[in-house]
C-alpha cells in the first residue's frame, strides 16, 4: 500500500534511506542537502508545494519517495528508495504512479530527478518509465546523471 507520509514514519524513513545509500558507498547526509528535510516530514515538503509517499506492507516499510517543486513546471523526484526485499516486485512502480498523478494534479509539466552512476537498477526503472537523461537536472553533489520526464 501506498501512503502519504506521516510523522511517525521519519524514523523508518531515515533508517531505509541511510541503508540503501550505504549499498552505494554513499553517507546519508554527506552530499545532498535534501537528506535532511527527510527528519521534517511531512512538512518540509508539504509546505513547499510538495508531497512525500511511503509504500508499507503491514508495519514494514517498503519504500520511498517523494516530489518536490524546483522549478516553474518542474517538481524533482526526489528520495526513490525500496528496501532490498522489496525490488522486483512492483513497489517502484507504485510509488512513481502516485508521484505523477500528483504532478499532473498540479500542474507540472516535468519529473525531474538525479542520481548515480552506481544505481544502475534505477537508471533501468527511470529510463523503462519515460525518464531521459538530461545532466542539466544535476542539482546534488554526490549525483552523477539526471533526468527528465514530460507529463
Not at 511517525?8 to 552530499?31: H, I, M, S
Not at 498540479?106 to 542520481?115: C, E, F, N, P
Amino acid at each position: 500500500m501506498v501512503r502519504e507520509v506521516v510523522a511517525g514514519d521519519v524514523p523508518a524513513v531515515v533508517a531505509l534511506v541511510t541503508r540503501v545509500l550505504a549499498e552505494f558507498g554513499l553517507v546519508f547526509g554527506v552530499g545532498a542537502a535534501t537528506d535532511d528535510q527527510l527528519h521534517a516530514l511531512p512538512g518540509s515538503y508539504r509546505e513547499a508545494g510538495g508531497r512525500f509517499w511511503v509504500a508499507v506492507e503491514g508495519d514494514q516499510l517498503l519504500g520511498t519517495c517523494g516530489v518536490f517543486p524546483v522549478a516553474d513546471g518542474d517538481l524533482e523526484l526526489r528520495k526513490m528508495y525500496l528496501d532490498g526485499a522489496a525490488r522486483g516486485r512492483g513497489v517502484g512502480k507504485l510509488l512513481l504512479d502516485e508521484a505523477v498523478s500528483f504532478a499532473r494534479s498540479v500542474g507540472a509539466r516535468r519529473l525531474v530527478l538525479d542520481t548515480v552512476d552506481e544505481m544502475k537498477q534505477a537508471i533501468r526503472f527511470y529510463e523503462a518509465n519515460g525518464f531521459a537523461r538530461d545532466d542539466a537536472q544535476l542539482r546534488g553533489s554526490r549525483c552523477t546523471r539526471g533526468y527528465v520526464r514530460r507529463l
